[in-house]
């Protein structure tokens, strides 16, 4: 049986990375491609011809319904999930005019995407009509339910995109664990130094004063660089003219946000 060969088109590398992973693990699937913009997704998509594309919306240089309309054009069409933080009917109607087989708002789950994956590429789904597109929506209604570590991941990469944190710098993959960690052991805030640092030393082969000191580094450099408007609106403080929050303070307040989201208790 012949493997479902995907593509990845998303500006948030770190996402990418952990998607790319996850497919790997996968004895169905298997990763052809990741591009990091639209002019690379559509050349991708011409040069691999994935049988399935994994595409974001808002990427730069060309957004995904540009890449949307350019796949449109090629003689051999891949089915696309769309993922979006958005759900403006007006996009979702450009969408299924433009053929997009599925969407998903970002947080998603990654077990439910790969399960979408196999059923349309094994035809067990119908396709949407032209009046009708296939959704599917973060849902925490069935009671408190606690994320995977997979979820966590993807949701704090989103974050950190949003914030504008650079994800080539070292102290972006320490940064991400402990507010993971921290989400599900609420116990380790009372002394990050010693509960905390630690562990994250260990999993990266450093020392605790070496993650403490990227950690900083990198949300000196979101809070001063990132998109202050929504950081602003995260922590409610103006960050041009407050100083950004101790290491502590800015991964209690991620963390806080996600467990509350997540229902985690």
Known sequence: MSKIR???????RELCSTLSELIEIQEDMEL??????GIEATQLVEQVKPDVLILDITMPYLDGIGVMERIGEMERKPMVIVLTAFEQDSMIQRLIALGATYYMVKPF?????FARIRQFANGNAAHPSSSRIQEERPSYSNGPREKSVTE???????????MGIPAHFRGYSYLRD?????????????NITKNLYPRIAEKYNSTPSGVESAIRHTIEIGWERGNSEFIEEFFGVDSQKGRFPTTAAFIAKVADKLRLESKIS
């Open 6 to 12: 995907i593509a990845i088109a998303d500006n948030n």
């Open 32 to 37: 052809v491609g990741v591009a990091y913009d």
């Open 109 to 113: 789950d990654a077990k439910t995407l």
């Open 152 to 162: 966590l991941e993807l949701e704090v990469s989103r974050l950190f995109h949003e």
């Open 178 to 190: 402990a507010i993971i960690i921290s989400t599900k052991e609420v116990e380790v805030l009372g």
